[in-house]
């Protein structure tokens, strides 16, 4: 009889144990915030762009899916605008970057976007191109199922294997290192507790990407995966203009987090999957997905 009461006591402490690790914060693997469900207040959504896109790719943005998040939405850009500045409620940062699409100007801007986010009281930082359009119900949706206060970065590849090279900056040791990074053209999620952690790095990040020699969503990877050893986690509805768009119809719409466009050099234009979108009035694809 005690044999058995003993059996029973063990059996619901295994169970009361199980409980705790499922729901306990310090376990990386149970991602479910279930205390603190995120509200579009608790993300600082960074927009990248540059002052020869203000009309072309920013104007759509601000007619469309920046009314469902203005208070939440930065833009960081290389020039001065005023009619940006009065539309956005004067979240327009002009930074001191270079204007082209060099290494150099992209880690700048990066750099500036991190450092602006840690002055805020943000929980997460979302960093996105000019050229996506943002669900934002479905990024607070996604990110309610993470802790800000552990260490995540959340994006999607744009390459089927880890990126492999010299570690420039251990040498003159040789050192190869291989990493994954989420494509900035998809857009990425990094927590609070991760970029704080990241501190000098922060700062520095330029000087990180030009020894590094690689441009800003890659280095971002550098940072978090090599340095920090905060592996990509993969969000597969992140979408950049590097996918074949045309595989995401209306019925998949919702679900999705980021979409984009492009035209190929053949001219072959890449969008999604909508019926009867006019690429003429609307090159962007963001009224007809916004309104759908």
């Known amino acids: 009889e005690h044999g058995k009461m003993f059996l029973t006591f063990f059996g619901l402490l295994l169970l009361s144990l199980a409980r705790n690790s499922i729901s306990s914060p ?50 960081f850009s290389d020039t001065s605008d005023a009619d940006v ?45 000019d050229d996506n359009y943002l669900n ?42 291989s990493f994954l990074f989420g494509t900035g053209g998809a857009g990425f999620c990094l927590s609070r507790s991760l970029v704080e952690r990241m501190g000098e790095l922060v700062d520095n990040f330029g000087t990180t990407g030009d020894t590094i020699r690689l441009p800003d969503d890659v280095t971002v990877g550098y940072i978090a995966e090599v340095v920090m050893g905060v592996p990509l986690t993969q969000v597969e509805t992140l979408h950049s203009h590097l996918e074949p768009l045309r595989r995401v119809d209306k019925d998949m719409l919702e679900e999705q987090i980021t979409l984009s466009y492009s035209t190929h050099e053949n001219g072959e234009i890449n969008v999604v999957g909508l019926e009867g979108v006019n690429i003429e009035s609307d090159p962007t694809t963001f009224y007809s997905i916004h309104y759908e």
């Open 26 to 75: 310090l376990n990386r693997f149970s991602r479910i915030n279930r205390h603190n469900k995120v509200t579009v207040n608790d993300i600082f959504i960074s927009v990248k762009t540059s002052g020869k896109f203000h009309q072309s790719r920013l104007s759509p943005i601000l007619d469309t899916w920046f009314s469902l998040a203005p208070s939440s939405t930065w833009i």
């Open 85 to 129: 500045t009065r539309r956005t409620g004067g979240h327009l940062i002009k930074t001191e970057c270079p204007s082209d699409h060099s290494r150099t100007a992209l880690c700048c801007k990066m750099e500036a976007e991190l450092t602006t986010f840690l002055t805020s009281d943000r929980s997460w930082f979302c960093h996105l191109d």
């Open 136 to 177: 934002v119900p479905a990024l607070v949706k996604m990110l309610s199922s993470y802790s800000p206060k552990q260490e995540w970065y959340l994006g999607k590849a744009s390459i089927s294997a880890p990126l492999e090279m010299m570690d420039r900056t251990v040498l003159p040791e040789e050192k190869m290192v």
